[in-house]
């Protein structure tokens, strides 16, 4: 997690899309689609790497000369974001990180301090919203959800987007151990690492402690002390959501978010 973070934010964000922006995929194409980003940000691409076409990436960019709307498709010069498109944020929720499209959220919610409404599953965030019983300035906890509580890491997307649907992507904001989509839109934050199902501190917050999120300084806090958290992680119970055959498999190997949620299946017997 760490290491893509460092890669993108070198990288500038030179354009975005529909949901998070007026412009569609059609609107991309006309205005000089693929090559026409990887020629803005060339000077960060290796003119070596081999392309499936059989050219070099270099040879491919010498010959582009498809005219750019640098409205749509800005310059590194003028970026929409200089210092990439995600952020990874770290703190006591989420010590080994966690990940928000900031590309996606508003700029009036790149901080955002709220007290925690905690569920521990997607659904009972669905009934929540369904019943419109979120209250404007919240942060909502998503936990049990994460790759091995899932198993699997459901995606939020459909959350995510009552969430704007109902209007509060400007005052709430969505915290879980699950994922989201590349299509997401609003400020919400997956991947919390260490999840839930093995102790995280995702699963300490109680409702009311209040979280600050802080995206230029790539923080996030959960209010309460070390020790706090301590105790009340040894009381913590998970969900009844037993896993089967391969999904038990799964759960009881995979690996965490923060390096990558690879299995490796193996024969215990063997």
């Known amino acids: ?26 609107d991309y194409f006309k205005a000089g689609g693929v090559g026409a980003t990887l020629k803005a940000i060339e000077k960060f691409l290796d003119p070596d790497a081999k392309l499936a076409v059989g050219q070099t990436m270099g040879e491919f960019l010498a010959g582009f000369n498809r005219k750019v709307n640098p409205e749509i498709i800005h310059s590194v010069d003028d970026p929409l974001y200089p210092d990439g498109c995600y952020a990874v944020l770290y703190g006591n929720l989420a010590p ?44 909502l906890v998503i936990r049990y959800e994460g790759p091995k509580g899932g ?5 939020m997307s459909i959350p995510a987007a009552m969430l ?9 904001a969505m915290v879980t151990d699950g994922r989201y989509s ?25 409702d009311g402690d209040m979280i600050e999120i802080d995206l230029d300084k790539r923080t996030i806090h959960l209010e309460v ?46």
Request: glycine fraction near 10%; proline fraction near 7%.
């Open 1 to 26: 997690m760490g290491a893509f973070d460092e890669i993108q934010r070198h990288v500038p964000c030179i354009a975005k899309f529909k949901p998070s922006s007026k412009y569609n995929m059609h």
């Open 96 to 139: 080994k990180g966690c990940i928000v499209k900031k590309s996606g959220v508003e700029p009036v919610m790149f901080h955002h301090r709220g007290p925690a409404v905690c569920f521990d599953s997607e659904d009972q965030l669905r009934s929540a919203m369904a019943d419109k019983k979120i209250v404007p300035g919240s942060v």
């Open 151 to 155: 198993p699997g890491m459901r995606e």
């Open 164 to 172: 704007v649907g109902m209007g509060l992507h400007t005052s709430c």
């Open 182 to 206: 590349g299509a997401t839109r609003g400020p919400c934050i997956g991947h919390v690492s260490p999840e839930a199902w093995e102790g995280g501190p995702i699963a300490a917050v109680q």
């Open 225 to 270: 002390s070390d020790e706090e958290i301590e105790e009340r992680l040894k009381h913590a119970v998970r969900p009844h959501h037993p896993a089967r055959g391969v999904l038990g498999a799964y759960r009881a190997t995979v690996e965490g978010v923060d390096r990558g949620c690879t299995w490796l299946y193996h024969d215990s017997e063997k």
